[in-house]
């Protein structure tokens, strides 16, 4: 079976300190992998999607910047942080199947930036 | 334009009892499909169920189906018999364009005993 996986659960950063949050998948090979930021009581916003090793597209241009150097493993970085990036961080996965096809998600990263 | 639109920011519903969310989409693609996850005070995002734009008949996942009206653009989830672990925040979704899933604002369901 398919299982995802974040880390770091929680993290609490300064303003202007470096960012990266991982996402990795197993049992499944060449997934679509997404990143999602939610923040407090609101929906969910995509941030970058990945349909391949290298392949990332932004959604939202900020200072966040998302790499995926293997198959299963994606990144979200940012040199500096902002305020406003505090946030609940979710990574998810799709076997791609068209307007079919199910993302499913990890288990999320909080981010207070103070 | 917001495609997915969930105007109950908050429900209560006794234990046992059904409870219906509302949700209404916009697109003028032909192919689509809906989604709702539950999202627990965890913060992780469960899929409940999931319906196609062509599928005829209502998809149906245990507690959870969902009630579809092409026409009029909705797709409404129904919770039969709530348990107090229903008590999370569902979000309706959909799919109409490559890769993206757009989300509602969601809807707060709090389950009483």
């Known amino acids: 079976s398919q299982t995802i996986h974040q880390w770091p659960a929680t993290l609490v950063q300064p303003v202007g300190s470096p960012l990266s949050l991982e996402c990795t998948v197993e049992?499944?090979?060449?997934?679509?992998l997404y990143w999602y930021r939610q923040a407090a009581g609101r929906g969910l916003q995509l941030l970058f999607y990945?349909?391949?090793?290298?392949?990332i597209s932004s959604e939202v241009p900020q200072n966040l910047s998302a790499s995926r150097p293997q198959d299963r493993q994606f990144i979200l970085s940012s040199k500096k942080l902002l305020l406003s990036d505090s946030g609940f961080y979710l990574c998810?996965?799709?076997?791609?199947?068209?307007?079919?096809?199910?993302?499913?998600f990890g288990p999320g990263t909080r981010l207070l930036v103070l | 334009a917001q495609k997915i639109t969930q105007t109950q920011p908050g429900m209560f519903v006794q234990e046992k009892e059904a409870v219906t969310l509302d949700c209404t989409y916009d697109?003028?693609?032909?192919?689509?499909?809906l989604f709702w996850y539950k999202q627990p005070s965890s913060g992780e995002m469960i899929f409940l169920i999931y319906?196609?734009?062509?599928?005829?008949q209502n998809a149906t996942e245990g507690r959870y189906s969902l009630n579809f009206q092409k026409a009029r653009k909705s797709a409404n989830l129904v919770i039969s018999a709530s348990q107090l672990g229903d008590s999370a925040m569902y979000f309706c979704?959909?799919?109409?364009?490559?890769?993206?899933?757009?989300f509602g604002a969601g809807t707060t369901v709090t389950v009483r005993a």
């Open positions: 998810a996965w799709s076997v791609p199947e068209g307007w079919e096809e199910t993302q499913y």
């Open positions: 979704a959909m799919r109409d364009d490559d890769y993206k899933l757009s």
């Open positions: 049992g499944t090979s060449n997934p679509n």
């Open positions: 697109t003028s693609d032909q192919s689509y499909g």
């Open positions: 990945s349909v391949g090793i290298g392949q």
């Open positions: 319906q196609g734009s062509y599928d005829e």
